[in-house]
């Protein structure tokens, strides 16, 4: 049976672009919950879409509104988490009532936080940064339980129901996290391991200030690995990137913003103190 954490509840948290969405290619729409990023692949109207992760916890009939909106009555083929925090899981459990037969994909090592083996650690409010890093405490860290609806990614890098594109491990801010990526037109959708706002400041998340970041401060337990993440993102040298936090971004703000970030990292991504900072 299908179970929900016992600490996942509303987080009273929005931005300018909160209950909105923006379609970047006739296939690819993201969706702004709150604070955070779902990403809806398809075209408008048919079968055979894919849900990449589901958003802010008690928002699925939300999720679900935006869903018909876009495809009718379709259901996904499937869900593909980018990794188990709550903001990212935070309706996989009403969603996967509400549609029986949709799989759920998500890297092995995300298994034990979606399968009720092992919470997150706390986050850590310690770190540098803003408002929203203090505030922090107040978000959800235990594990959700959807093994009977659970399946590992392809071993070969492919994303079920999406020839056309990869899934790329990136862990750092999660061990099992993964991104997204279409050669065919250089997209990647890089969930936490890079974003485009500054997480931890309570007003440039309420504004969406763009900006290329690291991974949220207090959420990220190895930072070794989420720089070499955020290289191995780089090099792939997106055109168009949707993070899991931030507006989408492209063109010339991208690339250089990505190269400051490579060669900044312990500046702009890093803490100068906190538990998993070394």
């Not at 709150?34 to 958003?55: A, H």
């Not at 235990?142 to 990136?170: A, N, T, Y």
């Not at 991974?215 to 690995?225: F, G, S």
Request: some cysteine; hydrophobic content about 40%.
């Amino acid at each position: 049976m299908m179970k929900k954490s016992n600490d996942g509840k509303f987080i009273p948290m929005t931005s300018v672009n909160s209950n909105s969405g923006q379609e970047v290619t006739k296939d690819v729409f993201y969706y702004t919950n709150q604070i955070v990023n779902i990403v809806m692949i398809g075209e408008v109207g048919k079968e055979g879409w894919v849900l990449v992760d589901t958003g802010m916890p008690k928002c699925a009939d939300e999720m679900i509104a935006v869903a018909r909106s876009r495809f009718d009555e379709h259901p996904p083929a499937a869900i593909v988490l980018t990794h188990g925090h709550f903001d990212h899981v935070g309706n996989v459990v009403d969603l996967l009532t509400h549609w029986p037969d949709v799989p759920v994909f998500a890297h092995p090592l995300e298994f034990p936080y979606l399968t009720g083996l092992q919470d997150y650690p706390e986050p850590d409010t310690s770190v540098e940064g803003g408002m929203l890093a203090k505030l922090a405490a107040i978000y959800p860290h235990e594990s959700i339980d959807i093994k009977e609806r659970l399946f590992p990614l392809p071993e070969d890098g492919q994303v079920p129901f999406l020839s056309d594109w990869q899934w790329i491990h990136v862990p750092g801010h999660a061990p099992g996290q993964i991104a997204l990526f279409r050669e065919g037109d250089r997209l990647l959708l890089s969930a936490d391991a890079i974003v485009t706002v500054r997480q931890d400041a309570l007003y440039k998340v309420l504004m969406q200030k763009k900006e290329i970041n690291g991974p949220p401060r207090y959420l990220t337990t190895n930072w070794k690995a989420a720089y070499d993440s955020a290289v191995k993102l780089q090099q792939l040298r997106p055109a168009l990137l949707i993070a899991g936090h931030g507006e989408a971004m492209e063109g010339k703000d991208l690339t250089m913003g990505l190269s400051r970030l490579i060669t900044e990292f312990d500046k702009i991504a890093i803490s100068k103190h906190g538990r998993f900072v070394d």
